[in-house]
């Protein structure tokens, strides 16, 4: 936390300095201040339009912000993860060591080797193609379709959302090759390392993937194609989103928008004229958001497909969530319900205090909320019309949603301890 706290603080001083915007002057210490959080949380969020508002400099000090933030995430999340899995008792060490392949702390050059190594190819090979499909495709320079191509390829992956595109990606709402470029960058960055790492070591054998993977790849599939074919039937004759075009590119808009909306937060039609369904829709998708240890937010997918496991138990009658032939501990189920629990209080009182303070109605204020905490970064177009108190609210989401869930869970596993007697039970009336 203290480390992410220094690099808003850098950013912030950075975008102050009067070379860092466009025109005379500088930029007023609350536009720094969200616009660093917003790239060192990676969310994407914005009150001022980015290729307008900062100069080169300033786009700059973004980009080396959000790879900052981006790898700051992924190589403290999974060495956390690492080690939280090394010390959480001898028991709960050898079962995790069992099902999930742990690697002990010995182990830690060889995870930021291979989190520097994936996310420098993804990132190289992504901007590659980006820049030759402007270059070919769209007749920009040499020298503006490689800058493009490599901040856009940055921000995808790690789920930034920032664009050099005033309208984000509107411009290229039917070029398949843009698009599902930065669909599997986004994709990529927010699966998380330690599915990456392990599906990676079982090419071609996933009955060898531990149930973290299966349930991550399930859910996230899951979700991807729950999110299309709702964005689909929903927009699909609205004339200010995807009714304007032709089938192929409401096709790759729907799924774009499923991708986009649970972790990095660009968009191919305008969302402040999507249906307020579809608004309810994206919410529950950026509130699971992405896989744990990865550059998404949200309470991630293993905690939403735990408490749907719970669910599918007590109907069943069953006396313990199961999946894939493996039993659920009751410690990961306490750990998700805390996880969910916390996060719904979290938005819930934001959402109260931007409506006592904002004449927005409660779709679009909850839209906001849920964005700035599951660091999305979608907005209904209400963020830069926000007073200084709200962004100052959501400045703070962005930080508590980017370290919080992983700071929790990590501080859940640590105070583990074995008791050696329990308490008589008594049943409870539920319902």
Same mark, same amino acid.
């Given at each position: 936390m203290a480390g992410f706290g220094a690099a808003i603080i850098l950013g912030t001083l950075l975008l102050l300095l009067p070379v860092a915007k466009q025109g005379e002057g500088g930029a007023s210490f609350i536009e720094a201040l969200f616009t660093s959080a917003s790239a060192v949380c990676v969310t994407g969020h914005v009150i001022v339009d980015t290729p307008v508002y900062w100069s080169p400099f300033g786009e700059a000090v973004i980009l080396g912000l959000i790879q900052l933030g981006g790898l700051g995430i992924l190589t403290a999340g999974s060495i956390i993860l690492v080690i939280a899995g090394r010390t959480i008792g001898l028991r709960a060490?050898?079962? !995790?060591?069992?099902?999930?392949?742990?690697?002990?702390?010995? #182990?830690?050059? %060889?995870?930021? !080797?291979?989190?520097?190594?994936?996310?420098? /190819?993804?990132?190289?090979?992504?901007?590659?193609?980006? +820049?030759?499909?402007?270059?070919?495709?769209?007749?920009?320079?040499?020298? #503006?379709?490689? @800058?493009n191509g490599v901040f856009h390829a940055v921000s995808a992956f790690n789920g930034a959302g920032f664009a050099l595109w005033s309208d984000s990606l509107a411009g290229f709402a039917s070029d398949a090759p843009v698009l599902i470029t930065m669909g599997v960058a986004i994709v990529i960055g927010g699966i998380g390392f330690p599915v990456l790492f392990e599906v990676r070591g079982n090419r071609g054998r996933p009955r060898r993937w531990s149930l973290h993977t299966k349930l991550t790849v399930v859910g996230t599939l899951s979700l991807m194609a729950f999110g299309a074919v709702s964005f689909a039937l929903l927009e699909w004759t609205n004339p200010r989103t995807f009714g304007a075009l032709d089938l192929p590119g409401k096709l790759l808009g729907a799924w774009f928008h499923s991708v986009s909306a649970r972790s990095a937060g660009f968009s191919t039609v305008d969302v402040g004229a999507m249906k307020e369904? +579809? @608004?309810?829709?994206? #919410?529950?998708? *950026?509130?699971?958001?992405?896989?744990?240890?990865?550059?998404a937010g949200g309470i991630k997918v293993v905690t939403f497909v735990v408490l749907v496991l719970i669910v599918v138990s007590e109907a069943r009658g069953g006396r313990q969530a199961e999946a894939f032939g493996r039993t659920i501990s009751t410690n990961v189920i306490r750990q998700a319900l805390s996880v969910a629990f916390l996060a719904?209080?979290?938005?819930?009182?934001? /959402?109260? !205090?931007?409506?006592? *303070?904002?004449?927005?109605?409660?779709?679009?204020?909850?839209?906001?909320?849920?964005?700035?905490?599951?660091?999305?970064?979608?907005?209904?177009?209400? /963020?830069?019309?926000?007073?200084? !108190?709200?962004?100052?609210?959501? +400045?703070?989401?962005?930080? *508590?949603? %980017?370290?919080?869930?992983? /700071?929790?869970?990590?501080?859940?596993?640590?105070?583990?301890?074995?008791?050696?007697? #329990?308490?008589p039970e008594e049943r409870l009336l539920i319902g």
């Open positions: 060490r050898m079962v !995790a060591q069992t099902e999930a392949r742990v690697m002990s702390p010995r #182990d830690v050059r %060889r995870v930021l !080797a291979g989190v520097f190594l994936v996310t420098f /190819t993804v990132e190289a090979v992504a901007a590659a193609l980006i +820049t030759a499909r402007l270059f070919f495709g769209h007749g920009y320079s040499f020298g #503006d379709a490689l @800058w369904e +579809t @608004w309810l829709i994206t #919410d529950m998708l *950026m509130f699971v958001g992405g896989g744990t240890g990865s550059t719904v209080n979290v938005i819930v009182f934001a /959402t109260l !205090a931007l409506m006592a *303070m904002e004449p927005f109605s409660f779709a679009q204020i909850l839209f906001e909320v849920i964005s700035a905490f599951s660091i999305v970064g979608l907005s209904t177009g209400i /963020t830069p019309e926000l007073s200084t !108190a709200s962004h100052v609210i959501l +400045t703070g989401l962005m930080f *508590m949603g %980017r370290v919080g869930p992983l /700071t929790l869970v990590v501080a859940l596993a640590l105070r583990e301890r074995q008791r050696l007697y #329990d308490y």
